[in-house]
Nanobody, 123 residues
Framework: QVQVVESGGGLVQAGGSLRLSCAAS????????MGWFRQAPGKEREFVAA????????YYVDSLKGRFTISRDNAKNTVYLQMNSLKPEDTAIYYCGVTWSPNVRERRLYAYWGQGTQVTVSS
């Protein structure tokens, strides 16, 4: 049984940092891309960042470049999202997903999802 589990969310003041983790298990994830999306209340789930299996290709939504950094540890089937200089508008549920599609920004092409972790940034 495949499991994708996010952790690391919480409440932080504006300007602070959080590091999210996502661990996948239950099958082989070789050559997969792992990605982070987020969904704020009343909005659609949007792409945040993704990283390919070898770590050689990183993808970010333009508006978050420079503040968020994605990385992965294949030995642990784990992906991380380091979030710095957080703003109230970063408040959302953050979801981790796994895909083998080259279109890493398309959420409908992700095969597995976690349950999400809440990030709340206070002003």
């Amino acid at each position: 049984q495949v499991q994708v589990v996010e952790s690391g969310g919480g409440l932080v003041q504006a300007g602070g940092s959080l590091r999210l983790s996502c661990a996948a298990s239950g099958r082989t994830f070789s050559f997969s891309t792992m990605g982070w999306f987020r969904q704020a209340p009343g909005k659609e789930r949007e792409f945040v960042a993704a990283i390919k299996w070898g770590g050689e290709s990183l993808y970010y939504v333009d508006s978050l470049k420079g503040r968020f950094t994605i990385s992965r540890d294949n030995a642990k089937n784990t992906v991380y999202l380091q979030m710095n200089s957080l703003k109230p508008e970063d408040t959302a549920i953050y979801y981790c997903g796994v895909t083998w599609s080259p279109n890493v920004r398309e959420r409908r092409l992700y095969a597995y999802w976690g349950q999400g972790t809440q990030v709340t940034v206070s002003s």
